[in-house]
């Protein structure tokens, strides 16, 4: 199967600014008419957060943010990235001169769907400040502006409905190995993390902070690693430490100690723990498979396999992973790069469904993966073609609900398919089992005398629901 590997994607933002004024913040939560305990500050409100955010990367502006919020709500889906402009340059169009009504409006029109959004707040690609390039993102003028940035929109909106709690901080705009970015080593970007948390914390001290995000895929282990030391020196401060990865199948490692895909986020978890940060959890703000054969990319039945596999194998692997934003909802074109569960605006307009938007789907809504947590892995290993991934997992209200997942991985090896395989499952004292396949069909299963039942194991996941007893 062919790989290909990804470093870091721009957020694509298509508000128009008609007009600049200067404003007070105000509190949007009591503009809408939400309830008295959502117009608080949030600084009174004590934040809760699922145990894994599941996510996504929507398309931003081009006049399909409806069909997006109605989707999301399909898909089971709360947590987005995207879907409003956070851009720094479109809100604060000069000096303390902002911009909020194009941003106050998409807020409010995810609190009417119910959902919340992941903050993304990057600097400008080009290295000065938005409104004078001659301040670049070096000097300390350009340091204490972002630190007002963050402040300035943590505060507008940390009591919105809309508000996640969460806010992505991107240091450098794009990954410190992409030599066509300047001003990205590690002493320019962690006074841009360190500011930005600063200026949130001011805001808004229950609001989590993921900092660095950049990508595992984009630079050499060694570069990875000489980068951290340095940034690790300097003493950034996040809350939950940001990554991005991308194309590597979930069960691939692509050589010892790599820190890229799935399997390599054990390696970043050792790297964090052994220079002082063993109480930071992981975060993956960006990851996904490029789609489509034609683009060096996956065929879609691996496309989906993939993107569930993704939020299965990572929730085995102890990393203290907080959630995962899928990259990506759909894209403009199918040319260069595609990451889509759903098809390009070129190909169908409004975009349509592929086999990955339904596996999504199937894993949130049919099988509500989420509710569970992991207990142990039967059988399969990294690289390993057999034996099959059989991981048991058990609700998080009720243990004895459990919940087996079952599939046989891609081999590395060019050419070579996955291997099927019966894998029995022992249920007892339960004497049926509720089986769900990948794209969401379900059938009753009936065990044996012993309690057992067999299934075949495919490259594609299958569920196995059973209630093993009514104790809870």
Known sequence: MAVRLRGAAILGCFTTVVAFTRIEPVDAGRRLGFPASLQRPADLLARTFPEFIPALRAYGGGGYDQFQRNDLKKLGLVYVQGLVDLTWGNL?????????????????????????????????????????????????????????????????Y???PAWSGIVAVWGGSADVWDQDYPLTDPEVVVPLINAAYDGIKRADPTTIVAGFNFATTAGSKGDWELFHRRAFALSP???????????????????????????????????????????????????????????????????????????????????????????????????????????????????????????????????????????????????????????????????SSKLWVVFSPRPRQKGQEPVPQAVTINIA?????????????????????????????TSAPAYVKAVLSSVR
């Not at 303390?96 to 992941?118: F, H, Q």
């Not at 390599?264 to 996904?288: M, T």
């Not at 089986?435 to 039942?453: K, R």
């Open 429 to 457: 004292p339960a004497t049926r089992a509720t089986q769900v396949t990948m794209l969401g069909s379900t059938s009753t299963i009936q065990a044996d005398a012993s309690g057992n039942i067999t299934i075949q194991s």
């Open 92 to 156: 604060e169009r000069g000096d303390n001169v902002w911009k909020w009504s194009a941003t106050d409006e998409s807020m409010n029109k995810l609190a009417r769907k119910g959902l919340k959004v992941i903050a993304f707040i990057i600097c400008p690609k080009s290295p000065g400040l938005p409104w004078d390039e001659t301040i670049e993102r070096d000097d300390p003028r350009f340091v204490a502006q972002y630190e007002e940035f963050a402040y300035e929109l943590t505060k507008r």
């Open 237 to 399: 401060k996040f809350d939950w430490y940001g990554a991005q990865t991308h194309g590597i199948p979930a069960t691939w490692l692509l050589e010892q100690g790599s820190y890229s895909g799935v399997q390599g986020l054990v390696n970043v978890r050792r790297f964090l723990d052994a220079h002082g940060y063993a109480d930071k959890p992981i975060w993956l703000n960006e990851g996904g498979f490029l789609f489509g054969e034609d683009l060096g990319g996956m065929p879609e039945q691996a496309h989906a396999e993939q993107t569930a596999e993704t939020f299965i194998v990572s929730r085995t692997l102890d990393l203290d992973l907080k959630g995962w934003v899928f990259f990506e909802y759909f894209g403009k074109e199918h040319v260069g790069e595609d990451f889509g569960i759903m098809t390009t605006l070129d190909q169908a307009s409004p975009p349509r469904p592929r086999l990955s938007w339904t596996a999504y789907k199937t894993l949130n809504r049919t099988v509500r993966f989420f509710d569970y947590r992991f207990e142990t892995k039967i059988s399969g290993r990294a690289n390993q073609a057999t034996p099959p991934f059989v991981l048991r997992f058990a609700h998080r209200t009720n243990s």
């Open 158 to 160: 940390q009591g919105h």
